[in-house]
Every structure is written in structure tokens, then in C-alpha cells.
């Protein structure tokens, strides 16, 4: 992501600090009015790929989770990443996906919010990285 236009924060992988990427995100919102829906929609998305991080990235707890906020003029992009034991959907079983959020739906939820969507690999090839990102109105 373009550095000049991300936020980065790092969190402890645990359930308690997602919190703060979701303060960040409203924070994001106003350098760019996003409107009350959307700003809902990109916080349960934000909220959903975080907890997939914090639920599953690290067998023995521990470990952190990165996210990055870029504010483009046409979209906001947001990446989830972390280090962790990372997964290749296309190596899993038929509806192991579904099973990365709790009660199957996290994945779904983000995918129906989000106007692009990426799962898989970090690039460095290690954990994972989740990125969306929605189109804004000019």
C-alpha cells in the first residue's frame, strides 16, 4: 500500500485490543466523510478479519496483528496481517473457509461489504494477510 496515504497500527494478538482498530478506523473517517452505513459496514468487516487474526494466527496465543488503513481518493483499502501459521484456502477442505470466523460467517460478512476483497499469504510468504477495501462517493 501506498505509504504516503497508510495508517499503520500493531496490535497484541488479543480479543481486547481490536477495539483500537476500530478507533482508528473512525478516525480515519473523518479525513474523509464516509457516512454513518459505511463507516458500521467497515467496522464489523475491520472487526471480523481482526478476530480471524487473533483467533487463529497463533496456537500458543501471543504474537501480533498488523493493520493498515490507506485513504485513497476513490477507496479505502484496509489490511489485516499477521505472522502466524497463515492457511491456503485452495488446500483446505471444501468449507474449511467458512470456519475462519466464528460461526462461519466472517469471511462472508467481509466479502459482502467490501467492493475488493484478497485472502492468503503474506507476500514475505509468512501468516496471513486479509485485505478490502471499499469504492468511496466522490
Do not use: W
Not at 27 to 49: H, I, M, Q, Y
Not at 60 to 71: F, P, Q, S, W
Not at 79 to 90: C, P, R, Y
Amino acid at each position: 500500500m501506498d505509504g504516503d496515504h497508510a495508517i499503520r497500527l500493531t496490535i497484541p494478538a488479543k480479543a481486547e485490543y481490536i477495539s483500537l482498530c476500530r478507533l482508528a478506523l473512525m478516525g480515519v473517517s473523518r479525513v474523509r466523510a464516509l457516512g454513518e452505513e459505511t463507516l458500521a459496514d467497515l467496522k464489523l468487516a475491520l472487526t471480523e478479519a481482526c478476530s480471524n487474526s487473533v483467533r487463529h494466527a497463533y496456537g500458543d496465543g501471543g504474537g501480533i496483528v498488523e493493520v493498515t488503513y490507506g485513504l485513497l481518493p476513490d477507496r479505502l483499502v484496509i489490511e489485516v496481517s499477521d505472522d502466524g501459521e497463515g492457511f491456503d484456502l485452495e488446500e483446505r477442505e471444501p468449507g474449511a473457509q467458512e470456519e475462519l470466523s466464528e460461526g462461519g460467517l466472517g469471511i462472508a460478512i467481509i466479502r459482502s461489504i467490501a467492493d475488493e476483497f484478497e485472502l492468503g499469504a503474506r507476500p514475505d510468504g509468512r501468516g496471513s494477510r486479509l485485505r478490502f477495501a471499499k469504492l468511496l462517493p466522490e
